[in-house]
């Protein structure tokens, strides 16, 4: 079934430094893998999605890499900015299915 | 357009009691699914409506429901609630216009506690 890894859980950055948490999932047919930020109190917001067949994706400070062949994605933020301080889920799903699961967050600290 | 809103934002509950929450999604979408958030068990899928129709169910217990109405909006329904129920319920829509996965867009949640 389907399981996703998440690492680390936890993470300090110095501000201006990049960060970067990794997913590993199990299920062959995901082909969805979307990321999300939460901060306290609020909704999880997407940031950036990627679908398997494309192998990186970018958007401005932020960025996605899937590896399919070791099964695992990867989130990339260049020019940390406290604002960026918050819980970071990713997700995987299946084609055609709208059933999100989610890795286990990482609580990113950006530090001044 | 509007985000995807639910109500009521914050529920006191006692053991045993039934609770309903209701989301309204993003005008001109079509699916609903509702997740758990814990801090023990994470985000949890519970189960997605589409078309009125339940499309896919998580692993929870019976006593977790939901419909979805004519024009998108679904309600969740709790019975018998116990004290582990206590969790942020989110509920996300999508169009589901296309045969792949869509976008998900989260609405704030409701902050259910169970006493």
């Known amino acids: 079934g389907e399981n996703v890894e998440q690492h680390p859980s936890t993470l300090s950055v110095q501000e201006g430094d990049s960060a970067v948490i990794k997913c590993t999932y199990s299920?062959?047919?995901?082909?969805?893998f979307p990321w999300y930020k939460q901060e306290l109190g609020k909704r999880p917001q997407l940031i950036i999605d990627?679908?398997?067949?494309?192998g990186e994706k970018k958007d401005q400070r932020i960025a996605v890499t899937l590896n399919k062949t070791a099964k695992h994605f990867s989130l990339h933020i260049t020019e940390t900015q406290p604002e960026d301080s918050a819980v970071y889920f990713c997700?995987?799903?299946?084609?055609?299915?709208?059933?999100?699961?989610f890795g286990t967050g990482t609580r990113l600290t950006i530090i001044p | 357009k509007a985000g995807v809103t639910q109500t009521p934002r914050y529920l006191i509950k006692t053991r045993g009691q039934q609770v309903t929450l209701s989301c309204s999604p993003i005008?001109?979408?079509?699916?609903v699914s509702w997740y758990q958030q814990t801090p023990g068990q994470g985000l949890q899928f519970l189960f997605e409506?589409?078309?009125?129709?339940?499309?896919n169910k998580g692993n929870f217990p019976g006593r977790f429901s939901g419909r979805q109405f004519s024009n998108s909006r679904s309600e969740m329904n709790v019975s018998t609630l116990e004290l582990g129920d206590s969790a942020l319920y989110l509920c996300?829509?999508?169009?589901?216009?296309?045969?792949?996965?869509?976008?998900?867009?989260f609405g704030p949640g409701t902050r259910l506690t169970v006493l």
């Open positions: 996300a829509s999508s169009p589901r216009t296309v045969p792949s996965t869509d976008t998900q867009y």
């Open positions: 299920d062959s047919a995901s082909n969805y």
């Open positions: 990627i679908r398997s067949n494309v």
């Open positions: 997700a995987q799903a299946n084609f055609g299915n709208e059933k999100l699961t």
């Open positions: 005008s001109g979408h079509r699916s």
């Open positions: 409506y589409f078309s009125e129709t339940q499309r």
